[in-house]
Structures are given as structure tokens and as C-alpha cells.
């Protein structure tokens, strides 16, 4: 496979995400750094998902900034929550992960016989061979989910973000897909994944960011998943205050 | 029986040409809405189309001219509306063309009312088919020229962007774009159609064999193929009931539509009720 541009640090500055108002994610600064492996945890409602859609340019920001060292947004490969796609649709899995090819292939430029093979291989590499002409009708949701992973691999980004990619799925594709992950690690690529199974985080994911709207802590896993931050996290308040005054704090 | 109509008379020539023009283009543009889950956005854009006709014909009289551009011009109005409302709002886009059609088709019968005599209301709604000019013939290909044209330029990003907006979008594939060029072309077709067959009825066309495809084929390009033989053959077969039973042309079209979607739904090869009632043994593995 052809080889994308290096992986560049994503540094945060003080990035506010808010919804009518209210602050999903808030004053949070540190740095994703360039191809570093980072699992992000934290409580429901503590804006995980909505930092995610920060980093990968879908949602707005409210304050601060985002530095993406000089990638664009679509140069980032984003895997959103359980996909809320349409599993009738008549798509072949093959055809899915050839989507993958959408940023050299474009709109009308061939897709050859190299670039179908390549997607074999991405298929393959998430242990669906022989799964090429099966409609995404018939497939788990396990293999729905490696089939999304093989398109990310045809995509070939430096950056990778993926939201809660291993949620209802079974530990061997579990397995499975972390050694894709794995994969993107040693290939120097940055990944970053919102994750709520700790022990797994510990085993896999050298750096944590532990999120409570505010970061309660951010570094090596080891340090961050300790009984007090997680704690502190779980006092965050869940409900806004309808109430809140305009925040005072310098961005 | 069969051939002599065509062969006889120049006005069912001109239909059948007309409507095979129309059975080439609207369908594949149904399978998408179906894909989409708009598939009753069709009725809904029918029905905005007309003020536009209507305004068209008051403006410019009963000329083919003014009540298609008035039309197009009306029923993109509104797509581009909706568009706009729901995507600054949140608001669902089918809620918001709801919204939107209603308005006008009230819009458009108080116009029609206030402009007296000259436009026959039912004439709007059911079409003429067997009065089906050179002019509007014409028309009619053209417009399935523009879109045979528009869809295989747009086919790889319409496909990915209904699979999987977010993902096209976030790709740098665009979006929004390729919906609102979609839906102008949705508009160009009911337009075209509603000289043969009327607003209602043109709908009727693009939906019913777009429909009954998914019972014919598992990928989308055989959707596609499926549902233009299907109007294909319902254009004929409705041309030809409409004449032996002296019947009106758009509905009569429009059943034979519905008789082929009913033989899909009940004996098609893929998923039909046939298929899921038929007890074959399971295979091994």
C-alpha cells in the first residue's frame, strides 16, 4: 500500500465544544502525540463523542482551538458510534470497503484491477476472506464492524479516530480488530479511540485521556486510570444547570 | 391488437415514445429515493410543483414553455428551501418539504381558482397523455437525456453519499451538493412527466417500479435495470388498456405499474412473500 503523509501531533488549546450553550466539552488543552496509541474514557455525557467530532472537523468549536499540524480534517479516518447505517442497502461488502479508495480514486477515475485487490487484502486483514460478494444484509454485527475497519485501512490516513469501536462486539473480533489497531500503531500512525472497558485500555493503549467534560487527567494509562481520577470524574454533575452563568474562565 | 394502435394513430405513437422516454429516466431516480427513504418525497414535490404551473399558465398562458419552467422553477424553489430549513435548523428534511409542499400545493389550487378559466385543474393533476405535442416530446427526452447524462456522472458519489453520507462528506467527497443535484433532477423528470401523465400520476411512475425493484435484485444497478423495464412495460401495457377500455391514460399506466409491483411483492426472487412462505430445507452450512 502506498504510504500517507507522517502522522502530525494534534495539540488542543483550550477547546470548548458546547450544545445551546452549555459546554460539552470544556477548557480541555493537552497534546495527541504524533503517532501515539490514546484510548479515551470517561463517563456518559462527558463529551467524548463530541471532542472526537471536534478533532475530525464535524462539529463546531466554541472556543479555543485545534492544532491538526497542518492535515486536513479529511485527511483524518473516522469511525462514528455503532454507524447508523442502513444495513438493507443493497452494497456488497467489497463494494463498502472500496469507499475506501473515494480520496485517490475520486469521482471518476478507474478503479483498476490494483486497487480491487487491495481491497481484498483489507478485507483479508480483518479475516473476511471469502466474504467479498456478500451483501452487508447478511453479516453480524461483528462482521459489519471488520468490514468498516478494512475500509479504514484502504483509506490509508495518518490519523485514525475511532468511537467506541468495540461495543457490542465479541471478544474475537474484539481481538481481531485490535491487532488492526495494533498495525496502525507500528506503522506511525496516530490513533485515538473512545473506549469504556478499562482493562482493555490498560493492555492496549499506552496513553489515556480521561474526560469529565473538563480532562481530568491526560498521559500514560498508568497514571491516569487510578481510583482518585476516576473519582473526580464521576462527580461531574451529568444535568446542566439551566441556570449557569457565562464562563468566566479565559479560553 | 397489440401493435395496431402505434401503427394507426400518430398521437398513440407520440404517447408511447413519450412515456418510454419518461420510463427511461424517472425510475432510476425513484430507486434512489427509495434507497434514501424519500420515497414519498416524490408526492411531495409533485404537489409543489404545482403553483409553478399553474403561475406559469396565468403568466404565459397554456403554453408547454411557461408551465414547465414555471414548474422547474417552483418545485426547485422549494427543494432548495427545505433543503436550506432543515440542514440550518435540524429540522428532518422530510418534515421540512412537508412543510414546504403543503403551502404551495394550497398556493397552488388558490391560483388556479383565481385565475378563472384556462387551466383545468384536473388536467394538472391527471396529464393528457394522448395529447402529447412535438413540442413536449421533445421536452420530454431531453430532459431523460439530462439525467441518463446527470447519473452516470454522479452515479459513484449518489450511491456512497446514500450508503453513507457522513462518510463522503468527511472524505471530502461533499454532501449537501450531490442531494440538492439529485432532487433538481427528481423535479426536471415530475416536470416532464406532468404533460403525459399528470403531476399525481408521474409520480407514480417514478415510484411503483422503483419500489417493486428491490424484489427483482440485490445491488443497486439491477434495481435500476429492473425498474425501468418495469415502467417500460408498464407504459406499454397501460397505453394499450387505455385505448381498448377507453380509459384515462396516466392511471391506467399507473395500475399496470402497480400490477407488476404486486407481482414482484408476491413472486419476486428476492424477498417476496413467495420467498419467505416457501419452506425449502436449510443448508448445511
Known amino acids: 500500500m502506498q504510504r500517507s503523509p507522517p502522522a502530525p501531533a494534534i495539540i488542543l488549546e483550550g477547546l470548548t465544544v458546547a450544545y445551546d450553550r452549555h459546554p460539552a466539552v470544556h477548557h480541555v488543552s493537552g497534546t495527541f502525540g504524533a503517532g501515539s496509541l490514546t484510548a479515551i474514557v470517561g463517563p456518559n455525557g462527558a463529551g467524548k463523542t463530541s471532542l472526537l467530532r471536534a478533532v475530525t472537523g464535524e462539529a463546531r468549536i466554541d472556543g479555543g482551538r485545534i492544532d491538526r499540524g497542518g492535515i486536513a480534517a479529511s485527511d483524518i479516518a473516522y469511525l462514528p458510534q455503532q454507524a447508523a447505517l442502513d444495513r438493507s442497502f443493497p452494497i456488497s461488502a467489497l463494494e463498502v470497503v472500496m469507499m475506501g479508495h473515494w480520496r485517490r480514486a475520486g469521482l471518476f477515475r478507474r478503479i483498476g484491477g490494483a486497487m480491487r485487490r487491495e481491497a481484498e487484502a483489507a478485507l483479508a486483514a480483518v479475516g473476511l476472506t471469502g466474504f467479498e460478494t456478500r451483501q452487508i444484509a447478511s453479516l453480524s454485527a461483528g462482521q459489519f464492524q471488520r468490514v468498516l475497519f478494512a475500509r479504514m485501512l484502504l483509506q490509508d490516513c495518518p490519523v485514525i479516530v475511532l468511537d467506541e469501536p468495540f461495543t457490542a462486539i465479541d471478544a474475537r473480533t474484539t481481538a481481531d480488530l485490535l491487532r488492526v489497531v495494533a498495525r496502525w500503531h507500528g506503522e506511525g500512525r496516530s490513533v485515538i479511540a473512545v473506549l469504556h472497558d478499562h482493562d482493555l485500555v490498560r493492555t492496549h493503549f499506552p496513553e489515556t485521556l480521561l474526560l469529565a467534560r473538563e480532562a481530568i487527567a491526560w498521559g500514560p494509562t498508568a497514571e491516569v486510570l487510578v481510583p482518585a481520577n476516576a473519582l473526580r470524574a464521576r462527580m461531574m454533575a451529568e444535568a446542566w444547570a439551566d441556570d449557569a452563568e457565562i464562563c468566566a474562565r479565559a479560553a | ?285
Do not use: K
Open chain 2, 1 to 285: 391488437m397489440l401493435l395496431d394502435p402505434f401503427l394507426d394513430y400518430a398521437f398513440m405513437r407520440r404517447a408511447l415514445v413519450g412515456c418510454l422516454a419518461l420510463s427511461l429516466a424517472a425510475p432510476p431516480l425513484g430507486v434512489f429515493l427509495v434507497l434514501r427513504r424519500l420515497s414519498l418525497i416524490g408526492d411531495a414535490l409533485g404537489h409543489a410543483i404545482l403553483p409553478g404551473v399553474a403561475l406559469g399558465a396565468m403568466v404565459g398562458g397554456l403554453s408547454l414553455v411557461a408551465m414547465s419552467v414555471g414548474g422547474v422553477l417552483a418545485g426547485l424553489a422549494i427543494v432548495v428551501a427545505a433543503g436550506l430549513a432543515s440542514r440550518g435548523t435540524g429540522l428532518r428534511e422530510d418534515a421540512s418539504l412537508a412543510g414546504f409542499y403543503l403551502v404551495a400545493l394550497a398556493l397552488g389550487v388558490v391560483l388556479v381558482s383565481m385565475s378563472g378559466s384556462g387551466v383545468d385543474l384536473l388536467d394538472l393533476l391527471f396529464g393528457a397523455a394522448l395529447g402529447v405535442d412535438d413540442g413536449a416530446l421533445l421536452f420530454m427526452a431531453s430532459v431523460t437525456t439530462v439525467t441518463l447524462v446527470a447519473l452516470a456522472l454522479m452515479w459513484r458519489p449518489l450511491v456512497a453519499e446514500t450508503f453513507d453520507p457522513g462518510f463522503l462528506r468527511h472524505a471530502g467527497g461533499g454532501g449537501a451538493a450531490w442531494h440538492l443535484a439529485f432532487l433538481a433532477l427528481v423535479v426536471l423528470n415530475l416536470v416532464a412527466a406532468f404533460h403525459a401523465l399528470g403531476t399525481l400520476m408521474a409520480v407514480g411512475l417514478m415510484m411503483l417500479p422503483a419500489t417493486g425493484a428491490r424484489f427483482w435484485s440485490g445491488s443497486v444497478g439491477g434495481q435500476v435495470v429492473a425498474a425501468v423495464l418495469a415502467a417500460s412495460a408498464a407504459s406499454v401495457a397501460g397505453l394499450l388498456v387505455s385505448f381498448h377500455a377507453d380509459l384515462p391514460t396516466g392511471p391506467a399506466i399507473v395500475l399496470a405499474a402497480g400490477a407488476i409491483w404486486a407481482l414482484g411483492l408476491a413472486a419476486g426472487p428476492q424477498g417476496s412473500l413467495l420467498r419467505r412462505w416457501a419452506r425449502r430445507p436449510h443448508l448445511a452450512g
